[in-house]
């Protein structure tokens, strides 16, 4: 056990490592001897008044019998970001059928997560949970055999800067072991968490049989597809239209659990939504988006299923651009750079998103989402009155439209596009989809009578880059590794700040964050190894994080993540500023 809690009794000084001002003092020892639960309470009872710095002797692990209590951060004052203790309950009960699948097991974690938030609402331990997605995080695990592993927060309760005692023996030694005890699964709505799961496989099995029936997405019958507000991702209540799919494109698909469901197939291919403003367009693209992820019992989107590879696309005036083949859309720039190998610390609104799509298919993506709301113009159309204004030879960019059928035909890479302002795109579209007050009709035969013949442009697939991993560094000037989130907007990483504003498919605040982790992860665990091209290099971290699930990304991290996809994390990387790309292939 000696030096187990760090420090070894050398009553260590620590150089560097940054406090603020010099004068820091040292460490409290960590308690010694028998280190029960009994013995906790007794500690934190008799730490009442003392001052609020020695909240750091309780670290390490704390047997309580049934769950063992590691404390692994304590905060030096009671303004600091929370303390944070682990739980590891050895046998919660919880059946081999709820954990064996890793899919069940997610959902079984994700159960239990969001039940511990309910058990401790009004106390002082915090758990990270999802929102309407069941995603792999940090902080609710089902282990192998059972049993539960919980990453909890706690703002430690002091009177100024002195030890509230009580509150914290209250809290660490009553509070957490009733939890313990209310998320056995004797105590637990069983039936309930098993639907739970149920449902969520049934989504799983739904995204499963996409590519086979040749669809990029599904919304089943009777989903709801509208949100509360513009600020809430809960269901609409009251007055939203459930969905009703149109005869065309109706299609039934066998679940291991619902068993038959019948729904709108959204076909391979080239699929335009059309409808007057305000019709639910951007709603129902909206669904798709999230329609990557799985959502829990009564969101109304649980069986609103994309390919798990779709990845919305938009303008984004601004961010850099290392090194990205947008020859495909950018040809002859004023500047004379070469736009196979463009890089810019200022994108254009045209830039950006071409470099958005090539960076999408680049990382593996099959299926774009595009919404006119959020695209520049100059890239989606160019009308016959503009080109006679402005010749082709004066005019760097080829538009979406010239692009988006070779994109499929010799690429498999499909497109679904919200446009209600222009027609051209019945020139291309395989699929028409009208939504009238919220109900889709299938439109392609009456779109088609007004399509006109149109060329197409040649498509080259964007060259694939090898990053130098020596530029991906959360290290900061001062020496020490910082991966940091900041609201839903930017992701500190060293130095730098990523502006993942744009980056519409983090869903979860905990992504964003284990996106961070995940970056440093591709460098520490050696996939981004200066040879790999940054595909193969995403492949390899998927592997890993399959395999050893969500924790592999954390370590000695301490804070909530949650499991980001692959197209998420490139696009950190593609944002991050200091990225320097070796080599093009
Ligand atoms: P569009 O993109 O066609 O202009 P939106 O998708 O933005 O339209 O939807 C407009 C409004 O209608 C939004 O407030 C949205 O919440 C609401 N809405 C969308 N779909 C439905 C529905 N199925 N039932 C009720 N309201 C809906
Ligand atoms: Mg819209």
């Keep these: 056990m000696a030096g187990r809690y760090g420090n070894g009794g050398q009553g260590r000084r620590h150089g560097g490592g940054g406090g603020r001002g010099g004068g820091r003092r040292p460490e409290p020892e960590p308690i010694r001897g028998v280190r029960d639960d009994a013995r906790l309470s007794s500690e934190l009872l008799r730490m009442d008044g003392d001052s609020y710095g020695r909240y750091k002797s309780l670290k ?8 063992t209590l590691t404390v692994q951060h304590a905060q030096s004052d009671p303004f600091a970001p929370p303390s944070r203790v682990r739980v590891l309950v050895h046998d919660a009960g919880i059946p081999k059928s709820a954990w064996a699948d890793p899919v069940r097991r997610r959902a079984t974690a994700d159960y239990l997560g969001r039940r511990a938030r309910r058990l401790l609402r009004g106390s002082l331990l915090k758990i990270d949970t999802g929102g309407q997605e069941v995603i792999e995080r940090s902080s609710c695990q089902v282990t192998e055999g059972g049993g539960i592993d919980l990453r909890i927060g706690i703002d430690l309760p002091g009177r100024g800067r002195r030890i509230d005692g009580r509150t914290a023996e209250r809290e660490l030694c009553a509070t957490l072991p009733d939890l313990v005890d209310d998320l056995d699964w004797e105590e637990i709505d069983t039936a309930e968490a098993e639907a739970f799961a149920d449902s969520v496989a049934d989504t799983v099995a739904l995204r499963a049989q996409l590519e086979e029936r ?3 997405a599904f919304v089943a019958d009777g989903a709801i597809l509208p949100r509360r507000s513009g600020v809430s991702d809960e269901p609409m209540t009251g007055g939203a239209v459930p969905f009703e799919s149109p ?12 068993g038959t469901v019948t729904g709108m197939g959204v076909p391979e291919g080239i699929t335009l939504i059309v409808g007057g403003g305000f019709h639910g367009k951007s709603t129902l693209l909206h669904a798709l988006e999230r329609g990557v992820y799985d959502h829990i019992p009564g969101d109304g989107r649980e069986l609103v299923v994309s390919r798990g590879d779709a990845v919305k696309i938009r303008a984004e005036e601004g ?27 200022n994108a254009s609104g045209s830039t950006s998103q071409a470099a958005n799509i090539c960076e999408a298919v680049e990382a593996g993506s099959r299926t774009l989402l595009v919404d006119e709301d959020s695209t520049a113009t100059n890239l989606m159309i160019r009308d016959e009155r503009m080109q006679a204004l402005v010749h082709g030879d004066r005019e760097p960019l080829v538009p979406f439209i010239d692009i988006v059928r070779p994109l499929h035909r010799e690429h498999r890479v499909s497109t679904v596009l919200v446009m209600g302002g222009s027609g051209d795109y019945f020139d291309v579209a395989d699929q028409v989809i009208m939504l009238d007050a919220y109900h889709p009709h299938d439109v392609t035969e009456r779109a088609r009578a007004l399509a006109r013949e149109r060329a197409d442009a040649d498509f080259t697939p964007p060259r694939h880059r090898i990053v130098d991993p020596a530029s991906v560094n959360p290290t900061t000037a001062r020496g020490r590794s910082k991966i940091k989130r900041r609201d839903m907007d930017v992701l500190v990483f060293g130095d730098h700040d990523i502006d993942v504003r744009s980056v519409e498919q983090f869903v979860d605040p905990g992504q964003i964050t284990g996106a961070g982790l995940a970056l440093r992860e591709l460098v520490r665990g050696g996939h981004l190894d200066g040879a790999r091209t940054l595909a193969e290099a995403l492949d390899s971290l998927e592997r890993a994080l399959a395999r050893d699930g969500v924790t592999r990304l954390g370590g000695d991290f ?21 990225l320097r790309v070796a080599e093009l292939r």
């Design 60 to 67: 390490g692990d704390w047997d309580f019998g049934d769950f």
């Design 214 to 216: 040749g669809l990029v």
């Design 247 to 258: 005869e065309p494109l109706r299609v039934s698909v066998d679940l291991p659990h619902r």
């Design 319 to 345: 961010r850099r651009v290392e090194r990205t083949d947008v020859s495909p859309f950018v040809r002859g720039l004023p500047t004379g750079a070469d736009t196979g190998d463009f890089r810019t610390e």
């Design 558 to 578: 301490g804070g909530d993540y949650a499991l980001p996809r692959r197209y998420e994390i490139a696009a950190v990387l593609n944002r991050l500023r200091a």
